[in-house]
């Protein structure tokens, strides 16, 4: 009977173990093929820190089919987003390694280094930090993002 249950045990601990699996970002080599193709935003989660502290919280899901992201396999890509009064079109260059995704926008060479959490052939997600000054207070704010794309 103890090594019934020993057994049980075991085989629930494997269980426990598969399911905590990282298993939704692929490789270097497959995250470079699946990124590639037209990307439509879904929703974007961006939080606002101040000394650690959550001050402000905003979630917009209500994208169109003007606001997407869409990569080539050449490192280069296009952002489109629905602002007013018309979409606004931005061209960049990304680099991929694994987790990593880096975008340089081409008109003011800045870069955002993003972490994919999730890509799939339908699925794609990410998270970037940046850094605001309020000029005004002198505060350091951190602003912690997510993205959700669906192809």
Known sequence: MRS?????T???????????KKGST???????????????????????????????SILKNNFTTSDF?????????????????????????????????????SSDNSSLAEVITKLTS???SFNYTVIIADPGSGKIYTEKNYIDFKR
């Open 69 to 105: 992201s869409q990569y080539f396999s050449d490192g280069t890509g296009i952002q489109s987003a629905n602002d007013q009064p018309a979409p606004s079109l931005s061209l960049f260059n990304y680099t991929i390694n694994g987790s990593n995704l880096n975008q340089f926008n």
């Open 10 to 20: 075991i085989l629930f601990l494997l269980i426990c173990l598969h399911g905590c």
């Open 122 to 124: 339908s699925d794609l």
């Open 26 to 56: 692929p490789s270097s080599q497959d995250s470079k093929k699946l990124i590639v193709g037209k990307w439509f935003t879904s929703s974007h989660l961006s939080r606002l820190y101040y000394n650690g502290v959550a001050v402000d």
């Open 4 to 8: 019934i249950h020993a057994l049980g």
